[in-house]
Structures are given as C-alpha cells and as structure tokens.
C-alpha cells in the first residue's frame, strides 16, 4: 500500500489509497469509485486480484469512512463527487485511467467520463441504475424511521432482506457491524443521500452521449434494487455500450460471485482490444 496524506477538495477532506505499480503500458491504473455507504475496506478482494498486474486506486466519498464534510450540507450533490473522482485521478495517476464504478458509483463516473474523455479508456458500471425503485424507497422509509427511534438494526435487516441475501455470512455480519453503533453523522449522510438518488434525474444531469470509452455494463438478474428496464434506455444513450446479464446474481455482483473478477479482468487488462460479453 502506498501511504498517503488525505486530500483536501472544496468542502471535504478525503481519504485515498493506491495499491500495486503500473508498470505495463498497456494496462491503465484502475480507479474505484464506491457505492452509498461503501468505503475502501469494500475493495478488498477486488484490489488483491488486480493489483499485481496494475495499480489500484480506491477513496472514500464525503461523509463515508475516513472522508469527511469539513463545512455546509451533509447533502453531497452528484456534481460534487465528480470533482472529488476528478481530484483524486489527478492527485494520484498520470495519463489515461480505467474506471469501475459499482451502483451509485456510476453516476459520478459517468459524469467523469463524460467531461474527461481523454482520461478514460473503459468504464465498468456494475450494478447501475437510473432511477430509484420502490426497493430504494423501503429503505429510504426504514433509515427515516431509524434515525427517530435510533434502532438502527431495522436498516441491516432491511437492507439485507431486500438486496443483500446473496451475500455470504462473513459479508452480512459486516454490514450488520457497520449499523450496530453507527456514527450518526454516517447515517445521516445515508439518508440524504439517497433522498438524492430518489429525487436524481440521471438522464437529464449527465450527458451519456459524450461518453466516448467502451463502456461496459453488468447487471445481476436478482438485482432488486435496479430497475433492469431503464438498462436498455442507458445502452441507446452511451455510444460504445455493451451490456451482461449475470445470472443468480444480486446487487452486490463480485462479492457474491467472485468468478466475475476474471470477466473484469478481461476488460480492465487489455487496453488494446475491446471485450465481448
């Protein structure tokens, strides 16, 4: 691991890490973007099969893990994690980088790549969705009514029985850990949060037809949380769009099926041919 002070952006205090070397010019570093509520520590797996072969960038959003909202809002607009994605690629790697983006991770990336072709050379959006279903909205119920009566275990439960099932014992136990005595400020960055992702109009905030990099979707088919439908309103939009189907598969995508590193892999290791899916 690299070590590294946390990088100062506008109103947040971020914390980033980099693993492995890029060495192999046909290889671009990766950059992780993360889901709501997901830190770095979530890249674990992902950053153990790649980084032998390239460097690895993974950070916190504002108000997750060891990034911090230094002044205003606990609400963080999509705009603003896209500077923070673009601050941190800048900060940290030089030349042209791979993205991999997982759930709401997509938009800042999406955002990213839109403005900054000539950074990106593919992007992987895993599970990605435009717009919040009636899953998302649940939750959103359930954390409002947390945050009142401060029984945040009603959120793990939730959570797992409504998108988490597929994970394994070790990853239901880390999620439940991450709410048994949560930091409220956390939680009310969780929130508001995803109040923006149920009020967001993707389609209208970000210019997907600029996006010029082979972009690459996969998309679990127990995925409760994605509305599958908008999928193929999203690969009418990006120019150089492919698009998987995993079978048994919810939202969580590696964690559940490790053996989708390899089919990254394919994708993210070559940077002189475009992967079939």
Not at 113 to 128: C, E, H, Y
Not at 217 to 228: A, E, H, K, N, R
Request: some cysteine; aromatic content about 10%; charged content about 20%.
């Amino acid at each position: 691991m690299k070590s590294c002070t946390n990088l100062k952006v506008g109103r947040f205090d971020i914390r980033w890490r980099s693993f492995g070397k890029h060495q192999n010019t046909s290889i671009f570093p990766i950059v992780c973007v993360n889901g709501a509520y997901q830190t770095i520590g979530s890249w674990k797996s992902f950053i153990s099969f790649f980084k032998p072969h390239t460097q690895i960038v993974v950070f916190d959003m504002p108000g997750v893990g060891g990034s911090t909202i230094t002044q205003g809002s606990m609400d963080v607009s999509l705009n603003e994690q896209a500077e923070v994605l673009s601050a941190v690629v800048d900060h940290v790697v030089r030349g042209k980088v791979n993205l991999f983006a997982a759930s709401w991770g997509g938009a800042a990336a999406s955002v990213y790549a839109s403005t900054n072709g000539d950074r990106v050379s593919k992007l992987i959006l895993a599970s990605f969705g435009l717009t919040a279903n009636k899953n998302m909205k649940n939750v959103i119920d359930v954390i409002r009514a947390s945050i009142v009566t401060e029984n945040y275990g009603d959120i793990y439960k939730t959570i797992i029985k409504t998108f988490g099932e597929h994970l394994s014992s070790v990853m239901k136990k880390n999620i439940e850990a991450q709410f048994k005595s949560p930091d409220m400020h956390n939680i009310q960055y969780l929130y508001q949060h995803l109040l923006y992702c149920k009020r967001a109009n993707l389609i209208q905030e970000i210019d997907f037809p600029k996006i010029e990099s082979d972009t690459y979707i996969f998309s679990g088919d127990q995925d409760y949380l994605v509305d599958v439908d908008t999928l193929s309103i999203l690969e009418e939009l990006l120019p150089h769009c492919k698009r998987r189907a995993v079978l048994e598969c919810g939202h969580f995508m590696h964690f559940e099926n490790p053996e989708l590193l390899s089919q990254y892999a394919e994708i993210l290791l070559d940077n002189n041919r475009t992967a079939d899916l």
